[in-house]
């Protein structure tokens, strides 16, 4: 290995059964730099980093680290631990009922002569570790006082003392506001001048510039490249994880079928819930089909689920049809006209259990209340109704609905909120993941229902079907709505718009 090196992977390849999940990948993380993993969801950046802490036994490739004298195989985090590899997670995995100093030492507590625990002695060294990396922290407290960024900065101070040489952080911003982010930046900086090679993992492109020396960059299980931050501008950075090339782009026109209403359906002023959405203004009319684009992460979903009550907004004012509303919870914005297709169908969409007919009639049931059942033969003749609508491929109303194709599923969610007639319809991810027959024919159904006059917020991860179906785009990053595009739509310029302009 190279001198300034710390952790080399070379071909690394990991198959889950028939998916080719890491097709030969190389990463390098050199001593005292901070390197972003980027790239979209499924890219493979969360199978890479189980591959180098153990958790997923690759298929080929080799792993080196510095100090260890040939291929480091590990078998487990713990494994991964006793190279110097070491991962602090989103959800922090430390014991909130113990204090700081306990959770620093567990399972490593110093002893005293007599072969008990010295408290004194590793609260005073724990003390010692958190001033050093400038957090300040009363390591007697338990940990559950403390905000989920202290929290975080334990854990990393907990890797830092067992002698990590690799700090893996996988999306450690996610949950945290600025302030809270710029503190764990400083940690970072810390590290950093201390030699520790950090990875870190994020959707956050501002973050990535401010803190990060390099950037690898994967795509669908495949290395696009590694490259020096300044060499990457957020443009090009997009570029590659979204697979494009400029030169190759196309304009491509909106369709015109959509007559729009000059009615607002919705209105937002200040609309935000903290921690997942920054305040933002946002009006929707009668018959438009608006789009929200970004990286995942950007605050796409979080923007839906503030207007949705999912997460109750916590600061502006909602009108829907002109009057002033209070959503507290979906319900009350299902009485209102609005339904909202998950973008996770399975763990928030269909109910794998039960048939076809009962997927379908769950919001409307939910709408009409327990003491308006609906009968057997209505929801039979509704069930069919969109069964026929959407061509839902089944034997029978009947079937279960995991014995449906992913695509299917969709239909059958889709069908569930179309069953309610909503005024106004949030669609997260609605074409994610289902074959692109598939995908045309529900690009179609929402440009028919906006025709109709139906308001349609459509949130996907691919540029091009959104240029299709949307006559304006939001842009979020960072939790934020930075612009609104209006005019003609092209590939290029909503990608500059989520990539920043032309920020450096």
Same mark, same amino acid.
Request: contains cysteine; glycine residues 12%.
């Given at each position: 290995m190279e001198d300034n090196v710390v952790l080399t992977a070379r071909q690394i390849s990991m198959t889950f059964p028939g998916v080719l999940a890491l097709d030969r990948v190389d990463f390098t993380l050199r001593k005292g730099e901070i390197h972003a993993l980027m790239g979209e969801n499924?890219? $493979?950046?969360?199978t890479l980093i189980?591959?180098?802490t153990g958790i997923n036994d690759f298929v080929n490739g080799e792993i080196h680290v510095d100090g260890i004298e040939g291929p480091v195989h590990n078998h487990s985090t713990k494994d991964a631990q006793n190279v110097g590899i070491s991962t602090v997670y989103q959800e922090v995995n430390l014991c909130p009922n113990l204090s700081v100093a306990e959770n620093l030492f567990i399972g490593r507590e110093p002893l005293t002569k007599f072969g008990t625990i010295d408290r004194k002695s590793y609260t005073a060294k724990a003390q010692k570790i958190m001033d050093d990396l400038g957090i300040s922290v009363d390591v007697t407290k338990n940990l559950e006082n403390y905000s989920l960024a202290i929290q975080q @900065?334990?854990?990393?101070a907990r890797a830092v003392d067992m002698d990590c040489k690799v700090l893996i952080l996988d999306e450690p911003t996610s949950s945290l506001d600025d302030e809270e982010v710029e503190k764990l930046f400083n940690v970072m900086r810390i590290l950093k001048n201390k030699g520790v090679g950090i990875v870190?993992?994020?959707h956050f492109l501002e973050q990535v510039y401010e803190v990060c020396d390099r950037i690898t960059v994967l795509r669908n299980g495949c290395l696009v490249g590694e490259y020096p931050i300044v060499d990457l501008p957020r443009l090009k950075l997009v570029a590659a994880m979204m697979g494009k090339d400029f030169d190759d782009l196309k304009s491509i026109k909106s369709d015109e079928n959509s007559k729009i209403f000059d009615e607002l359906e919705i209105s937002a002023r200040g609309l935000g819930h903290s921690g997942t959405i920054k305040p933002f203004d946002l009006d929707i009319h009668k018959g438009e089909v608006i789009g929200v684009g970004g990286l995942l992460g950007s605050g796409r979903s979080e923007m839906a689920r503030a207007i949705y009550g999912a997460d109750k907004a916590n600061s502006g004012t909602l009108k829907v049809k002109g009057k002033e509303v209070k959503i507290n919870q979906p319900i009350d914005a299902m009485n209102l006209g609005m339904g909202m297709l998950p973008d996770d169908r399975k763990t928030e969409g269909i109910i794998a259990d039960l048939s076809i007919r009962e997927n379908i009639m769950l919001?409307?049931?939910?709408?009409? $209340? @327990?003491?308006?059942?609906m009968s057997k033969s209505a929801q039979n003749e509704l069930a069919d109704k969109f069964i026929k609508l959407l061509s839902i491929k089944?034997? $029978?109303?009947?079937? /279960?609905?995991?014995? /449906?194709? $992913?695509g299917n599923q969709q239909k059958v969610i889709l069908a569930r909120w179309l069953a309610t007639n909503p005024d106004f319809l949030i669609l997260d991810e609605p074409t994610r993941g289902i074959d692109i027959g598939t995908k045309t024919e529900i690009q179609k159904l929402v440009l028919q229902l906006a025709s109709e006059g139906k308001s349609i917020m459509f949130i996907s991860s691919e540029i091009a079907e959104m240029i299709r179906t949307c006559s304006r785009m939001i842009? @979020?990053?960072d939790g934020e709505k930075v612009d609104e595009l209006t005019g003609e739509l092209t590939e290029e310029r909503v990608m500059k718009s989520i990539a920043g302009g032309d920020k450096k």
């Open positions: 499924g890219a $493979g950046k969360s189980k591959c180098l @900065m334990v854990a990393i870190f993992v994020t919001a409307l049931q939910s709408k009409n $209340g @327990m003491f308006r059942l089944t034997p $029978g109303r009947e079937t /279960l609905v995991k014995q /449906l194709s $992913g842009i @979020m990053r």
